[in-house]
C-alpha cells in the first residue's frame, strides 16, 4: 500500500506543466533538481528564472519527517503555533533514544522503559495532530522514508541531516531544523535560498569490492566537509543507472557529509524495481507516466559543464573501495594505502569492533552483501577478530534477512543483533569499557565519525567503509587489511583469500513483515490531550524568547572562542544528553562543552569576566544571564556542521548568548539560529578572528539599522582600552530580520496567528 497516494498523484499533474513552463522561461533544458524546484514553488506556476546561491525562494515541501530527538522540540514548537492539524503529510519515527548493549530484544524493553515518557508524548502528539507514527524498533527514520514515502519527484524536509537519503529514490530531501518543519506543518512555506547545483557523472559499473559507498566515501574526499555547501548534487550517468536505488540512497546520505543541501539521482528502473519491491506499484506506475521529467533532459547530462556550477567525473571501473578517517568523514584513504596512511599517523591498526547499519548502509542489499563475507568466514574456518554489531535499517529489512537466513549467519560469527535503530551511530553505545578512553579503532558503515560520537571515548578512532568491507576488516581484526590482496588464516593454520561479495539487490523471496511499526493517527484529533508533567526531567514546555528592544547590543562578554572544528557534536552531545532533548533547560547543561576553547585549548574551561574564575561554558553563560551581561560566541569555519539539531541553536539562546560569530556556517545551523532569534555573523575579514581576545567587551554600534546586505560593526573594547572595529556579514533577508525583532519565527508565526 502506498501511503498519501492522492498527494502524489497531484506532484505528477503539475510537474509537467511546471517543467515546461521552467524551460520556457529559463531558455535551456533543465537538470533534475530545478525540474523538482519549480515543481515546488509555494506561489504555483513558475515566473521567473531563480539565481543560484542568492535568491531565496518560497517551497512547498509535499511532507515532513521527525525523529524522535528531534521531533520532541519541533512539536514543542508546533503546539505553540495553534493549528488544529498538521498541514501537509507528517511522520515521527522513535529510532535514536535506544541504546544498543545487550542485543535487541532486552535493548528495545530498556529504551521503552527509560523513554516511555518521550515515546508517549510523541504518540500522543502525532496521534492528536494527525501524524504517522512509527513506534520504536520500527525502523530508522530515512530507511522507514525511503521504503515507505520517497517519491521521484518529491520534495520533502526532515528534521534529521540525512533526510537527504530519500534522493536514493530521486527526490528532493531536505534537512532542517525544528523550527523550520513547524513552519510548514503550520501551512507556511519553507524558505531556502536556491542552491548551487554540482553534478556528479559516473560512468563504468561497480564490480568486485567496490560499493556505492565507495562512490560517496571518494566525493567526500574531493569536496571535504564543506565543498557541498549550498549545493545540491546531481548524480547522473550510465553508472547511475546501473545501481540499485537503495545504493543511490547511501549516496545521497552522505551528501550531508560535505555539506550539500541534498542530492539526488534521476528515476531510472532501479527506482522502479524499488517501489514495487517495496509494495507501491501504484507509485511506480504513476511515475512512469512522466517518466521523462523524473531526470534531468538530455542535453544537460551530454554536456554537464554547461548547467552545472561544478562538475565531477567518477569512473566507476576504475574506482577502488575506500576507508575514510579517523575523526572526520572526509579523510578519504583507498584500502591498498590504509596500512602505509596509519602506520604513518599512528592509528592503531588493530580494530575492536565492526558495526553495520545505520540509515546510510543498512538495506536488504548491504546486508545481504556484508552477510556473503560472514559466510565465507564461517565456511573456511576464519573467526572473527574484532566484535561484531549489526542494526538493521527497519523491522522490514530485519525480518527479512532473518526470514532470508543473514541473522543467523552473523550470529554464527557472534555478531550482537541490536535493534532497528541508531543506536552506536549515535552514542547509543554502551560499550564496555570505552570509560576507560583508551586509544582504539573501529570500524563501521555508518555517515559520521565525528570525535566521541560512537561511545564517547575521545581515543576512538572510527573509520568508515562500505558494509561488505566493515565485515571483512573485522574479520581480520586488522585496519591495514586488504581483502583484494590478502590472506588470513584459518583454524587449520592454513591461508585463505575472502572472495568478492556476492549479494542481492532486492529480497528474491520478496520483502516481508508481520508488524511493521505504524501507528495511523487518529481521524479527529481534538480531543486527545497531550499533558506534560511540571517536574518532568524529559519534557518542558517552551516559554518564548524575548523580543529584540530595538537597541543595540553592548557590553557584550566572549563566553567562548571555539579553535577548530566545532561540530553540532561539540555544541550539543548527542549520546547520554539525548535524553533531554525535550528539556530546553536540562539539555543546556551540555552547550558548548564539547568545543575547544581558544585560550588554553581545554573543552569546558571558559574563564568569567564576572570575577576571573574558570568555569564551564554552561555554568558561565548562566551566570552572565543572571547578571543581564549578553554574551557571544566566536567559532572557526563550517561551524555548526554535522546534524540538524536546533538545540545547538537554542541552548545558547536560552543560556543569554546574543550572537555567534564565525569565519562561515554549516547551512542548517546558520538557519536554526536565525530561526531562534540570534545573530549568526561572519567576519567579513576572516582573519578578524584572530583579533578576538579573552578579556574583550563587544558592542554592536549599528544593530538598530540592521537591514538585508549591510554589514554590522562589531566595536572590540580589549583589556587595554584600545579599540578596533571589525565588519560582520550576514545573510539575514527581511522576513528573517522579523524573526530577530520579535525573538524567534516561532513568536512570529504566534503573533500573525493573533
Ligand atoms: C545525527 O546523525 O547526528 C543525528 C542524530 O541523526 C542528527 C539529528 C539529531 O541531532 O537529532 C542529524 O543528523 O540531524
Ligand atoms: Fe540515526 Fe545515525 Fe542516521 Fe543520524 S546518521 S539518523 S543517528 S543512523
Not at 523538482?36 to 515532513?64: C, M
Not at 521503552?112 to 502528539?125: C, I, R, W, Y
Not at 522490514?396 to 543483533?417: C, M, N, P, S
Not at 554549516?666 to 581576545?693: C, P
Request: include cysteine; hydrophobic fraction near 40%; glycine fraction near 10%.
Amino acid at each position: 500500500m502506498a501511503f498519501d497516494i492522492e498527494m502524489i498523484k497531484k506532484v505528477y499533474e503539475r510537474l509537467p506543466k511546471n517543467v515546461a513552463k521552467a524551460r520556457e522561461i529559463l531558455g535551456r533544458p533543465l537538470t533534475l533538481s530545478e525540474k523538482i524546484l519549480y515543481t515546488h514553488l509555494w506561489d504555483g506556476e513558475p515566473t521567473k528564472a531563480f539565481l543560484r546561491g542568492k535568491d531565496y525562494v518560497d517551497f512547498a515541501p509535499d511532507r515532513i519527517a521527525c525523529q524522535d530527538a528531534t521531533a520532541q522540540m519541533a512539536l514543542l514548537q508546533f503546539m505553540q503555533a495553534g493549528k488544529e492539524q498538521v498541514a501537509v503529510p507528517t511522520t515521527v519515527h522513535c529510532d535514536h533514544l535506544i541504546q544498543a548493549k545487550s542485543g535487541a530484544k532486552v535493548d528495545l524493553k530498556n529504551a521503552k522503559e527509560t523513554s516511555n515518557e518521550v515515546f508517549d508524548f510523541l504518540g500522543s502528539v502525532s496521534n492528536k495532530y494527525g501524524i504517522g507514527f512509527w513506534k520504536p524498533g520500527a525502523g530508522i527514520i530515512h530507511q522507514v522514508v525511503l521504503e515507505n514515502y520517497a517519491f521521484p519527484g518529491g520534495m520533502m524536509i526532515g528534521t534529521d541531516s540525512h533526510t537527504v537519503n530519500a534522493g536514493g529514490l530521486g527526490m528532493l530531501a531536505i534537512g532542517v531544523g525544528g523550527a523550520d518543519a513547524v513552519d510548514v506543518m503550520a501551512g507556511m512555506p519553507w524558505e531556502l535560498k536556491c542552491p548551487r547545483l554540482i553534478g556528479v557523472k559516473l560512468t563504468g559499473k561497480l564490480s568486485g569490492w567496490t560499493a556505492p559507498k565507495d562512490v560517496i566515501l571518494k566525493v567526500a574526499g574531493i569536496l571535504t566537509v564543506k565543498g557541498g555547501t549550498g549545493a545540491i548534487v546531481e548524480y547522473f550517468g550510465d553508472g547511475a543507472i546501473s545501481m540499485s536505488c537503495t545504493g543511490k540512497g547511501t549516496i545521497c546520505n552522505m551528501g550531508a557529509e560535505v555539506g550539500a543541501t541534498t542530492s539526488t539521482f534521476g528515476y531510472d528502473d532501479s527506482m522502479e524495481r524499488y517501489l514495487r519491491a517495496t509494495g507501491r506499484d501504484e507509485v511506480a506506475d504513476l511515475a512512469n507516466v512522466v517518466r521523462e521529467d523524473l531526470t534531468g533532459d538530455a542535453e544537460v547530462y551530454a554536456n554537464p559543464e554547461k548547467y552545472f556550477d561544478e562538475v565531477i567525473e567518477i569512473n566507476l571501473d576504475e574506482l577502488e573501495p575506500h576507508i575514510n578517517g579517523p575523526f572526520t568523514p572526509d579523510r578519504a584513504t583507498p584500502v591498498s594505502k590504509m596500512r602505509e596512511v596509519a602506520t604513518a599517523n599512528g592509528w592503531p591498526l588493530d580494530i575492536e569492533w565492526g558495526l553495520i547499519g545505520s540509515c546510510t548502509n543498512s538495506s536488504y542489499e548491504d546486508i545481504s552483501r556484508a552477510a556473503s563475507i560472514a559466510q565465507q568466514a564461517v565456511d573456511k574456518g576464519l573467526a572473527t577478530k574484532a566484535e561484531f554489531g549489526i542494526n538493521p535499517g527497519s523491522e522490514q529489512v530485519r525480518y527479512t534477512i532473518e526470514r532470508d537466513g543473514f541473522i543467523k549467519t552473523f550470529e554464527d560469527l557472534d555478531a550482537k543483533i541490536f535493534t532497528n535503530a541508531c543506536g552506536p551511530c549515535i552514542g547509543q553505545w554502551a560499550r564496555a569499557g570505552a570509560e576507560d578512553q583508551k586509544k582504539n579503532s573501529i570500524i563501521h558503515s555508518f555517515n559520521r565519525n565525528f570525535s566521541k560520537r560512537a561511545d564517547g571515548n575521545p581515543n576512538t578512532h572510527a573509520f568508515v567503509a562500505s558494509p561488505e568491507m566493515v565485515a571483512a576488516i573485522a574479520i581480520s581484526g586488522d585496519l591495514g587489511f586488504n581483502p583484494m590482496k590478502d590472506t588470513l588464516v584459518n583454524n587449520k593454520g592454513e591461508e585463505v583469500k575472502l572472495d568478492a561479495p556476492t549479494g542481492w539487490e532486492l529480497p528474491p523471496l520478496g520483502f516481508d513483515v508481520e508488524d511493521a511499526g505504524y501507528e495511523a493517527p487518529a481521524a479527529d484529533g481534538s480531543g486527545i490531550n497531550v499533558s506534560i508533567a511540571d517536574d518532568s526531567k524529559r519534557l518542558q514546555v517552551l516559554t518564548p524568547f524575548q523580543a529584540w528592544d530595538g537597541e543595540n547590543i553592548t557590553g557584550a562578554k566572549l563566553l567562548i572562542k571555539a579553535l577548530g572544528k566545532c561540530t553540532t557534536d561539540h555544541i550539543s552531545m548527542a549520546g547520554p544528553w539525548l535524553r533531554y532533548r525535550g528539556h530546553l533547560d536540562n539539555i543546556s547543561e551540555n552547550c558548548l562543552i564539547g568545543a575547544v576553547n581558544a585560550f588554553g585549548e581545554e573543552v569546558n574551561q571558559v574563564k568569567s569576566q564576572l570575577n576571573g574564575e574558570v568555569g564551564a561554558v554552561p555554568a558561565t553563560a548562566r551566570a552572565y544571564k543572571a547578571a543581564g551581561v549578553p554574551s557571544i560566541v566566536v567559532g572557526d569555519h563550517n561551524y555548526g556542521e554535522g546534524s540538524s539539531r536546533e538545540h545547538a541553536a537554542m541552548e545558547p539562546r536560552h543560556l543569554g548568548v546574543r550572537a555567534v560569530i564565525v569565519k562561515s556556517f554549516a547551512r542548517i545551523h546558520e538557519t536554526n539560529l536565525k530561526k531562534q532569534g540570534m545573530l549568526g555573523l561572519t567576519f567579513a575579514i576572516e582573519s578578524d578572528f584572530d583579533k578576538i581576545q579573552e578579556n574583550d567587551t563587544f558592542n554592536f554600534i549599528d544593530l538598530n539599522e540592521f537591514a538585508p546586505g549591510r554589514q554590522l560593526t562589531l566595536e572590540i573594547v580589549h583589556a587595554n582600552g584600545s579599540i578596533e572595529n571589525v565588519s560582520l556579514n550576514h545573510t539575514y533577508n527581511a522576513s528573517q530580520i522579523e524573526w530577530f525583532r520579535y525573538g524567534s519565527a516561532l513568536n512570529k508565526i504566534k503573533a500573525d496567528n493573533k
